[in-house]
């Protein structure tokens, strides 16, 4: 299951540009992740709220999120 590999490999990081990992809680239904806080609000509403940004740097940004 790619959840549960990504959760282990959140486990074994350790690197300031890689959110932190505290807690995982599992029920029948639903993973529960405990993360590090990172305030600054989210991408999301930096692309939609923010300010407008170059083309280059958006292509740039997707490429690094693919």
């Known amino acids: 299951h790619a959840t549960l590999r990504e959760i282990d490999i959140l486990r074994d990081v350790s690197h300031s540009n890689?959110?932190?990992?505290?807690?995982?809680?599992?029920?029948?239904?639903?993973?529960?992740l405990v993360m590090q806080f990172l305030p600054g609000g989210?991408?999301?509403d930096k692309l939609i709220y923010g300010k407008p940004m170059?083309?280059?740097?958006?292509?740039?940004?997707?490429?690094?999120?693919?």
């Open 18 to 32: 890689i959110v932190k990992l505290y807690e995982v809680y599992e029920s029948q239904r639903h993973i529960y």
């Open 42 to 44: 989210t991408l999301h």
């Open 54 to 66: 170059r083309e280059d740097l958006v292509v740039q940004l997707t490429r690094k999120l693919l």
